[in-house]
């Protein structure tokens, strides 16, 4: 059974596209400016044939040009208020910090996870160069090429900045001093 109502309301949802709807004010309307029509053609042909008076066919007239104007304006404020519903709901999409996802969507993705594990194919996470998986490859220290002992060969890498100022006053401080020359040291 279709639904069928004067004036869209509030509490109820439009009509989805395609769908039949009978809109029973406008069509009373239009039944009417029909009607008066008739009735202003036949009592115009009586006008001209009796003694019948011309007030009658125009009163029938302006009836049917006021019903005429009425359907004018009912289609009017029909569409400014489509139009006022459509920028609302673009405002509301606009605003709308959590997009709604379709079910379909949701069960495509769950679904599409679940053959994946299925598969054996897990989701990991992209590659971060600073965070080690769980292996304990990758992260900060995985392009520091290591010695024979498993150090760095850079003593700042193990004690810090203040090792890089220790490690030159050594290096200087073992710096072979040339035959002859006083070690000012």
Known sequence: MQQVSPQ?????????????????GRTLLAGLAALSLLA?????VAAW????????????????????????????VRRQRKRRARVDLAIQDAMNTEPQVREDAVLRQRSATE????????????FDALTA???????PDSLVTLDEDGLPPDAERLFGARA???QEGADQRSAPVPNGAPNTR
């Open 8 to 24: 869209p309301h509030a509490d109820r949802p439009p009509a989805p596209a395609g769908e039949f709807r009978i809109h029973w």
């Open 40 to 44: 202003a053609l036949g009592t115009t």
């Open 49 to 76: 044939l009796t003694p019948l008076g011309w007030g009658i066919p125009a009163v029938c007239g302006l009836v049917t040009l006021l019903s005429l104007v009425a359907l004018q304006v009912s289609a009017a």
């Open 115 to 126: 053959a994946g594990a299925a598969l054996g194919i897990t989701e990991e996470a992209p």
């Open 133 to 139: 998986d769980s292996a304990g490859h990758g992260g």
């Open 164 to 166: 890089a100022f220790d």
